[in-house]
């Protein structure tokens, strides 16, 4: 796993003043308007959802610490979930940015912990934790992971957090401190299991954030060659969450290897569609004027927190300087820069200090970052589920933002039937000229703009997804990821 120069990067050590380690932003004003959003829950017997956090009946350090967080009533995905995870079940689930998949999961599966007693162990040579997550990118898993340590804050539960860029003897040492939750990226994670480190006989639970780009064909290999670890009960003997905004069809397919029969399938609104608290303005752009638009679009924004998405490492860069250069304090976030870069990249633009973040995909999923309110897709991605990722780093919560994109009909003419479809879905304006691209780019068959156009639905009810999404490339493939953009 080794790549390149050895790594001696070590992250900053944490502060364990409650009032960092409880920051939060506030919902937003259509933080109510979750409760609007249709669910549907599918397969066998599903438990009755709850209203309340109360009605969680967690126990009295988790439910301080969920107040001390600011939750004072559950999300969808939470209400559904919670009883899900509660009663046992596996779990697919997908819910729409933002909306609070993270703690649907920590708070059931912490819960269970706590109520069994579980204690961090003592210094071993070899730790046995109860829980993996595992999640695409660097800076997921250690958002993951600082939740975690949020809600088991106080508690003799300890979370631990392995992945790619820093010191390996680091993680080591801080993994035999104890370890119940182990968060991790896929490569660094099989890295420590495979140097013995981690005993994989105890784990009851198995999470998958972002699952369906864990299972896309990047991390397929890696999810199977974890779940085929020695040691690592079958899927009978755990319990398999999956959590995702988005789920092609082909993937839920095979996610179904990981999952028990009846496992059950959660839908938060439409599988795949945008959270319609962001507003989507598609600019029709050339290759050659984007440059001035964009600084035409962060003339408008102002200072407010904006990222840039762009395919390549290399245009993150271009970018990033020509900001500079025009004055406009800008940072920058991909897979050439060193975790440390990464790491600072991302304190600064979460502390303002850089109002403007450009980025590659690898920022595209995941990141909850306060009063970001603009999202630019300065280039497009090949696929739409990857948008519907990106703007979805704003309009968080229940709180507003704007997502403008900026569509070249030259190189971004097979995205525009999808595009046209999320925006329709999200009720956002169409332009007519997209409209026309799209139909000039498909012809007239199954296009239907202003018609229902996700199907949000289970893949074992069979055939009824309606959308464009019934293959999903992988990221690699796609280019997604910023062409050769690594994601761990
Ligand atoms: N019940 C709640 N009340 C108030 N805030 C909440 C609640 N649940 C979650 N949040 C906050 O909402 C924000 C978004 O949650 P989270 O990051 O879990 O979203 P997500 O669904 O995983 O999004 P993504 O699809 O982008 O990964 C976080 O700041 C989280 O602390």
Known sequence: FSRGPKVTYVPPALS??????????????????????????????????????????????????VSKSGYKKPTPVQKHGIPIISAGRDLMACAQTGSGKTAAFLLPILQRLMADGVAASQFSEVQEPEVIVVAPTRELINQIYMEARKFAH????????????????????????????????????????????????????????????????????????????????????????????????????????????????????????????????VVQVTKFSKRDQLLEVLKTTGTERTMVFVETKRQADFIATFLCQEKVPTTSIHGDREQREREQALGDFRSGKCPVLVATSVAARGLDIKDVQHVVNFDLPNNIDEYVHRIGRTGRCGNTGKAVCFFDPEADGNLARSLVKVLSGAQQEVPKWLEEVAFNAHGTIGFNPGGRVFASTDSRKGGSFQNDRTTSQPAAALGVAGDDDEWE
Do not use: W
């Open 16 to 65: 364990e003043d409650e009032s960092s380690i409880f920051a939060h932003y506030e919902s937003g004003i259509n933080f109510d308007k979750y409760d609007d959003i249709l669910v549907d829950v599918s397969g066998h017997d599903p438990p009755k959802a709850i209203m309340t956090f109360e009605e969680a009946a967690l126990c009295e350090s988790l439910n301080r610490n």
């Open 154 to 281: 106080g508690t003799c539960v300890r979370p631990v957090v392995v992945y790619g860029g820093i010191s390996t003897g680091y993680t080591i040492r801080e993994v035999l401190k104890g370890c119940n939750v182990l968060c991790g990226t896929p490569g660094r994670l099989l890295d420590i299991i495979g140097r013995g480190k981690i005993g994989l006989s105890k784990v009851r639970y198995l999470v998958l954030d972002e699952a369906d780009r864990m299972l896309d064909m990047g991390f397929e290999p890696d999810m199977r060659k974890l779940v085929s670890s020695p040691g690592m009960p079958p899927k009978e003997d755990r319990q398999t969450l999956m959590f995702s905004a988005t789920y092609p069809e082909d993937i839920q397919r095979l996610a179904a290897d990981f999952l028990k029969t009846d496992y059950l399938f959660l839908a938060v609104g439409v599988v795949g569609g945008a959270c319609s608290d962001v507003e989507q303005v």
